[in-house]
């Protein structure tokens, strides 16, 4: 990889948290209304997301430049946990500064866009062995990790990361769903989307772990990628089923957001797949993986643009428009993370 595409694709998380960041405040100084609340606090916390991705990105990218040393090995994770944390109680501040409906639902939906952050933080902490993979690669299968990965121990706590972080979200969600009102329900639906993701980031911090310490078989080559695809269709299939399940305009927000956050899902999926694909064998295709997160981040763009005409005659889809647009930052920013993977993985 030389520098140029380094750069770029170093910048490309921090183009699209900033795109994400100036769209929120934009919609924010818009008006003081519940649509405008919502959709501008959750697009400012995606850009928590887009940091956590960019630390993920330069984790990777100094280890294949030769400009990675133990100030970056910490400084790069930490800088995402500390964003993912900031963003958590940022969330946690709103919900308890009152019981508006406005309140319950955007701040649930920043805690759960926290909770994905600090998943991709594991991700760029796994990623401080990164240039282990082919280390391990080419070793025998049950020789052992090679020198200087991580201890079993910390891969089963990095794994445990996202899944713990999952069975929070998945348990405040169904708090929520007990409480019945209109908006903990939608709070409750979108929060479920988001720990669904948190659920396919397992998938991703697993594949890294298990091939830095060469613990990665044949066996689960693909396991890892059905679970990422049973997360992202489970997210498309609830969404769908909150539009059909009434007339109700509160349905819209939620249903239509939680088949964006599919849409991410089957972006990540790009990165578990490549992983898989390329694991001690050639896979002449996988320079077209990146193709998969583009699509779904067309698919997004493409989706807010019809929602943003549809406003005009229903109000309702005012809040999923905005906030599809950011999903589209973030699946584009996945896009960059999985070139870079194929780059550091390529045996070219």
Request: with cysteine; net charge neutral.
């Amino acid at each position: 990889m030389n520098r140029t595409i380094s750069v770029l694709f170093r910048a490309i998380p921090l183009a699209m948290g900033a795109v994400c960041l100036a769209f929120g405040l934009d919609i924010l100084s818009g008006s003081h209304d519940a649509g405008h609340f919502v959709a501008g606090h959750v697009n400012i916390a995606l850009t928590a997301i887009c940091i956590a991705l960019f630390t993920t990105a330069a984790t990777i990218i100094r280890q294949l430049i030769h400009r990675y040393g133990e100030v970056w090995e910490i400084a790069l994770p930490v800088l995402g946990y500390l964003v993912a944390i900031g963003t958590m109680i940022w969330g946690a501040t709103v919900v308890a500064g009152g019981d508006e409906p406005k309140r319950v639902v955007a701040g649930h939906v920043m805690l759960g866009i926290g909770f994905i952050a600090a998943c991709v933080s594991t991700v760029a902490t796994a990623s401080t062995k990164f240039v282990l993979i082919q280390q391990s690669a080419a070793r025998s299968p049950g020789s052992g990790p090679p020198d200087g990965a991580y201890s079993r121990t910390v891969g089963a706590v990095l794994v445990a990361v996202p899944a713990v972080l999952a069975a929070a979200g998945l348990v405040l969600s169904a708090t929520l769903y007990a409480h019945g009102g209109t908006p903990q329900l939608v709070a409750a639906h979108v929060l479920t989307g988001l720990s669904l993701i948190c659920a396919a980031l397992v998938a991703l911090v697993a594949s890294i772990v298990r091939q830095v310490r060469n613990e990665f078989g044949d066996a689960e080559r693909y396991r890892w990628t059905w679970w990422v695809v049973a997360m992202g269709t489970i997210n498309v299939v609830l969404g769908i089923g909150v539009l059909l399940a009434s007339d109700d305009p509160n349905r819209l927000a939620p249903g239509i957001v939680l088949i964006g956050l599919g849409l991410v899902c089957f972006s990540i999926l790009s990165k578990v797949l490549l992983l898989a694909l390329v694991w001690r064998q050639v896979f002449a295709l996988a320079n077209r993986i990146p193709l998969i997160p583009v699509g779904t981040a067309l698919a997004c763009l493409f989706a807010a643009a019809f929602l943003f005409e549809g406003t005009e005659r229903q109000a309702g889809l005012f809040v999923p428009a905005h906030v599809m647009v950011g999903l589209g930052a973030v699946c584009f920013t996945l896009f960059s993370i999985v070139s870079i993977l194929e780059a550091g993985t390529s045996k070219d």
